[in-house]
């Protein structure tokens, strides 16, 4: 089958002093069938075209010899010569490209902002479809990316959906992800809910980590580095696939894809759908879900092209949420990797304190325009509709070891509470489930104009722009019995009044943001081997609260005062290719980012008075980096040093003095210096054997002394003993001095190792073993267990290595040719921490996630 055509503006074909035109056809190695949408280009020029659906092209040459490179997403670039007479043709004949299992090569799609090997100076790292498939098994989408340099990926509690990612020490609050090139990140906090893209691994193309400054165009850069997605597009051919598999604890998950292939019309359309559920790995994490995704596309002209994307993941799913110490989780009769205290059975029926249901479709219409032979521009509009939620509980019975069904470690017994407050009749509920309910509209914009200014110079620029509403409230949804509940709050409008399922409490206000951006770049080919670019980026982000719990319509603080940022950057770097294998690049920039809307507005629950302390995070950033590209070993070594000022940190855990309180802390102002080296290869040993590896090393420290500000569950900023104490008339929070300096950053390994080796011990046939080590992991930190100098470093978890293998085998049936692949993640049934926060006492009362066991899945696909 033709591959996918790339979505892109066609480079300007001819010259008005032509000597001749060349000729020629692009083939696959893969499949000996046609690339359509290479890129064919004169070397040292911008004269250059693209193949055609049959992988065929034609281009005109102002010089009567010279070379011509052939390149094409994921493919090694080729370079041919040419020599003919003057007004003469020549025909290169079949030029075969051969996959670069390593590097992606240049993309025209400006907006997916994905790097050149060779050209771009950031260090990179690209996973392929083939990969994803052959590797994730029952794993979360962001694990794949655990052999990657400087990644850290868990899956927290366990629960679906429910991972994070981490590079060179930044959460994802401060890595952005893009997918397609259109930024998914919390526009208020800046996470990423991996639950939401579910479904992604059934349609990524291309996924590519940019670590570090990376080479993003939107106007508010990352810190600690991009993850840019680039899923499936225009196929050149009709077909698709069918695909079942199943997996340990009822996982099992089907599905399809077809496109229609390009018509004469130049309108094709790729459908894909598929739906997942399982019991899952730990206790009480049952989900489901529904993954869709839908391209439509018509290239209207040779400099016209739209292009419409539709995805999103139903879901929901019971979470672990509730961390327990090391010791608590050995006295269980589940033991560590599996138990789980925040569910347990209603009706017969499992049951969860902790529970999250969500649905998040993106769309985006995409238009790609050829504006003359040397200008193109893309524009993507975009659309997001979230909505959902996750599952508390209000009552002090579901912690409490009397109402479960036999014993502190086991289920809860939901039928007992249920029973109690029946019994209470006219009294109202003690115990009920309510939502915390998060929605949102967001809208944005994101259009580059990109100018092949001369043979050496390419500019490009332009505006990010972004508007989200989030709606957040709590609502009553299951009354345990009940005939009703007294919300006896005296700050809730509602407050003193009986409240059934469906009404709010507690929290219910909006939140919004508006971000408008511009951003620049200029590229100069000082020669074929060296290349410099220079970038930079302004943005004003504007945040504004509602609250409609606390104030009245007509009350003037229902609405807060907009708050205004202005955001700066500015980056460069160099890349010089010392030989056709060696090159070295370096990086430095620095910019200045807006808070998030959390640390703006502190207590959005009660409030809607802004934190007048809030400011911008600066951000430092130098790298130097070494490739070596040979026919079998290809290598790359980076050095970075980022440094950190005024960072702002908003997190919570349970109170170590009362287990059935969460504290959440805001924390301003703090410093960190994050460094590092990173080594990674590949090496073709035979044509069958190949083996590849990564080491990387962190030294992430906090080098500064803070403040916290505490609050409740709720959000409430908590007041020291309800008492004025400086006598100013009002209420003193409760703040506690953090003594952070010289703490090794936590919540990620600092130090990781990755090797592994496939064989294709048939021609349709391959296995992998994957090892993956992760050592000096420090605890997170309870910032009240830090409130005097000198204690030390954070607990350090112990250090662990796992071991994955897997199988893929390709054969047909009948007509249809198929794909089975089997995976096994750790093999060895290892038992190992994965998360860790310190409450003060190192290893005796750390709250700890354990990571899964032994996992395994099968999986078959059928194409037709």
Do not use: C
Request: charged share 20%; aromatic share 12%; glycine share 12%.
């Amino acid at each position: 089958m033709r591959k996918l055509l790339l979505l892109a503006m066609l480079f300007a074909s001819a010259t008005i002093f032509a000597q001749g035109t060349i000729t020629g056809k692009v083939i696959d190695s893969a499949t000996d069938g046609p690339l359509p949408g290479a890129n064919v280009k004169v070397v040292g020029t911008s004269n250059g075209t693209m193949t055609d659906f049959d992988g065929n092209f034609s281009l005109e040459v102002g010089k009567s010899s010279g070379k011509v490179v052939v390149s094409f997403v994921g493919f090694m670039a080729t370079e041919v010569e040419f020599n003919i007479a003057e007004g003469g043709t020549q025909d290169l004949g079949n030029i075969v490209l051969g996959a670069d299992e390593n590097a992606l090569d240049e993309i025209v799609v400006t907006s997916y902002s994905l790097a050149i090997d060779r050209k771009t100076p950031v260090a990179v790292s690209t996973i392929k479809a083939g990969d994803i498939a052959l590797k994730l098994g029952t794993q979360e989408f962001p694990e794949i990316l655990k052999n990657t340099p400087g990644i850290y990926a868990t899956r927290q509690g366990g629960g679906y959906g429910d991972a994070r990612v981490n590079i060179r020490g930044f959460s994802s609050e401060n890595v952005a992800v893009m997918i397609n090139g259109i930024p998914v990140n919390d526009m208020e906090n800046g996470r990423v809910y991996w639950s939401n893209w579910a479904g992604l691994g059934d349609v990524t193309k291309t996924m590519q980590v940019q670590r570090g400054l990376g080479a993003s165009k939107v106007a508010v850069p990352s810190i600690g580095g991009t993850i840019n997605i680039v899923t499936k597009s225009i196929d050149a051919e009709e077909g698709g696939n069918v695909f079942a598999g199943v997996g340990n604890n009822g996982y099992s998950k089907y599905g399809m894809t077809y496109s229609t292939g390009v018509g004469e019309n130049g309108f094709a359309a790729t459908v894909s759908a598929a739906k997942i559920q399982g019991d899952g790995y730990v206790d009480g994490t049952e989900f489901s879900g529904y993954n869709y995704f839908v391209n439509l596309s018509k290239q209207i002209n040779e400099d016209h092209l739209l292009s419409f994307n539709a995805f999103g993941a139903q879901q929901e799913h019971g979470q672990h949420y509730t961390r327990q110490t090391i010791a608590e989780y050995n006295r269980t009769e589940a033991g560590p990797q599996r138990f789980n205290a925040d569910w347990g059975y209603k009706n017969g029926e499992v049951y969860n304190t902790a529970f999250n249901f969500y649905h998040k479709p993106q769309m985006s219409l995409n238009h790609y325009w050829t504006l003359s032979e040397n200008t193109e521009i893309s524009t993507a509009l975009y659309a997001s509709f979230g909505s959902g939620g996750g599952r508390r509980t209000r009552g002090d019975k579901f912690s409490n070891n009397d109402y479960r069904l036999g014993g502190f470690d086991q289920p809860i017994d939901f039928d007992r509470i249920v029973d109690e407050n029946m019994q209470l009749g006219t009294l109202g509920a003690s115990d009920i489930i309510y939502a915390s309910r998060n929605s949102h509209n967001w809208y944005g914009v994101l259009s580059t104009f990109k100018n092949f200014t001369t043979d050496k110079l390419t500019l490009s620029g332009g505006i990010d722009g972004r508007y989200y509403v989030g709606s957040h409230y709590y609502e009553i949804t299951d009354l345990l019995g009940g005939d009703y509940w007294l919300n006896e709050s005296s700050s809730d409008l509602n407050g003193g009044t009986a409240l059934v399922v469906g009404d709010k409490f507690g929290k219910d206000y909006d939140g919004t943001v508006l971000r408008g951006g511009l951003f620049g770049q200029a590229e100069y080919d000082v020669t074929d081997d060296f290349n410099v670019f220079m970038a930079a980026d302004i943005s004003n982000t504007s945040y504004q609260v509602e609250n409609f719990m606390k104030f009245e319509a007509n009350d003037p603080e229902r609405t807060s005062e907009t708050v205004d940022f202005l955001g700066y950057g500015i980056k460069g770097g160099a890349n010089y290719n010392l030989t056709s294998n060696h090159n070295v690049f370096a990086n430095v920039g620095y910019f200045s980012k807006a808070p998030f809307l959390t640390n703006v507005f502190q207590n959005t629950t009660s409030s809607t008075e802004a934190n007048t302390d809030a400011r911008n995070e600066k951000v430092f950033s130098a790298e130097l980096g070494y490739g070596y590209r040979g026919p079998a070993f290809k290598a790359n070594v980076n050095l970075y040093r980022t440094s950190w000022l005024d960072k702002a940190i908003t997190n919570g855990y349970p109170n170590p003095a009362d287990r059935d309180m969460m504290l959440f802390y805001n924390i301003a102002g703090v410093n960190a210096l994050h460094q590092g080296i990173e080594l990674d290869f590949s090496y073709n040993v035979t044509d069958r054997f190949k083996v590849s590896g990564m080491v990387s090393l962190g030294d992430w420290t906090w080098t500064n002394n803070v403040s916290a500000t505490l609050k409740d569950q709720d959000g409430a900023i908590i007041y020291d003993d309800e008492e004025d104490l400086d006598g100013d008339g009002d209420l003193e929070p409760r703040t506690v001095n953090v003594y952070s300096e010289g703490l090794k950053v936590g919540d990620a390994a600092q130090t990781t190792f990755a090797v592994g080796g496939s064989y294709d011990f048939a021609d349709n046939s391959t296995v992998f073993v994957d090892y993956n080590y992760a050592g000096d992991m420090y605890s997170s930190y309870f910032v009240e267990a830090r409130n005097s100098p000198g204690m030390g470093n954070t607990w350090e978890a112990p250090e662990y290595g796992l071991f994955d293998f897997g199988l893929r085998h390709k054969f047909d049936v009948g007509p249809l040719a198929a794909t089975f692949n089997g995976k096994v993640n750790n093999i060895f049934d290892t038992e190992y921490i994965s998360d860790a926060n310190d409450q003060g006492n190192g290893y005796k009362d750390a709250q700890v996630y354990y990571g899964a066991g032994r996992t395994y899945s099968v999986s078959l696909k059928l194409n037709f």
